[in-house]
């Protein structure tokens, strides 16, 4: 008899914390996707009125499984299994994080034209452009490395100071790579507004008598001072005038350093060029003096790759390779 009522209670115990599983299993919300934390130290909130606590300290690229949305919050659970909320903004859509490894990859195999620095707080995006997804944010004064220049039309803007014309305003977006303490390195787009260059000190004086705005530079190769040691030259491009023009660059100089002036003296003058970046510079084989740079000239009629060769302190355009068919060259 007593073996019997014990059988019965635990067919019932069993039963019972089946069914509570089972009640418990379908009571909890259900995932409904993926995000990554698209920002450093994101809080992980135990609701989203204006009193609520924070549950946790989340990281940069931690994957999320999403849970709910309301309105502009997102409930997930994260890797340790805590759930909570999060604020939409601070979320990156798989897709998205997808497409952030791929231009990370592309960004490797380019070169850095320009170097500098986020004046501002500043949003990272992946594409250029204000409605582009944010995929980080830069500390204002987070030193970056420069690597392309993007156009973009600002969506009611009025009009465009840049073109000189009616229509939306025009806007530079520059895609930078930064190496920051929350997220490790990232690369994306920033607005140029944002972002101060920082070309070479003992340039600056040099730089301010050119009236030029500087777009990017590359050491050329040195000259032996016997008080100061090796000193580089630089080849220099910039432009003058409003943000959102067609054109990179508009002019080239090359400095080079005066042993008897001990200063920096402009040995190279090209203005009228509609140049696009990347600029790429390289050591001419079999020719340790000699330097190469190339870049793609936008000026009508015909678009063309330009090279220019220096030699010692001498800069000069190398003539344009194929068949001459008339008309003006690539100056």
Not at 70 to 88: F, L
Request: glycine content about 12%; hydrophobic content about 40%; proline content about 7%.
């Amino acid at each position: 008899m007593v073996r019997r009522v014990l059988i019965a209670l635990v067919f019932v115990l069993v039963v019972s914390a089946t069914v509570v599983a089972w009640v418990w299993w379908h009571a909890q919300p259900k995932p409904t996707g993926e995000a990554y934390v698209g920002m450093g130290d994101v809080a992980l909130w135990d609701g989203t009125g204006p009193v609520r606590r924070q549950l946790e300290a989340l990281s940069y690229g931690e994957k999320m499984v999403v849970l709910d949305r309301y309105s502009d919050w997102v409930e997930v659970r994260a890797p340790k299994g805590g759930v909570g909320w999060v604020s939409q903004d601070d979320l990156i859509e798989p897709e998205v994080w997808k497409r952030l490894g791929s231009l990370a990859e592309q960004v490797r195999a380019m070169t850095v034209q320009a170097r500098g620095h986020t004046a501002v707080l500043s949003n990272i995006r992946i594409e250029a452009g204000r409605t582009s997804p944010r995929i980080g944010q830069l500390r204002a004064k987070t030193p970056v490395e420069i690597l392309a220049r993007a156009v973009v039309a600002r969506a009611g803007g009025g009009d465009s100071g840049g073109s000189g014309g009616a229509g939306p305003r025009k806007e530079d977006w520059l895609l930078v790579r930064a190496r920051t303490e929350r997220m490790g390195e990232i690369a994306g787009w920033v607005l140029g507004d944002f972002i101060d260059e920082d070309p070479p000190a003992a340039l600056v004086p040099a730089v301010a008598s050119t009236g030029m705005r500087p777009v990017a530079w590359f050491k050329l190769r040195t000259v032996n001072d016997p008080t100061r040691g090796p000193i580089p030259y630089y080849l220099m491009a910039g432009t003058t005038g409003p943000e959102g023009q067609d054109c990179d660059f508009t002019m080239l100089r090359v400095f080079t350093w005066s042993i008897p002036h001990q200063q920096y003296e402009t040995a190279f003058v090209q203005n009228g060029l509609c140049g696009r970046l990347p600029i790429g510079v390289t050591l001419e084989s079999g020719q340790a003096q000699d330097v190469l740079f190339r870049f793609q000239n936008l000026q009508p009629p015909h678009a063309a790759i330009l090279t220019y060769r220096m030699r010692s302190t001498i800069v000069r355009l190398l003539p344009q390779p194929g068949p001459r068919t008339g008309g003006r060259g690539g100056k």
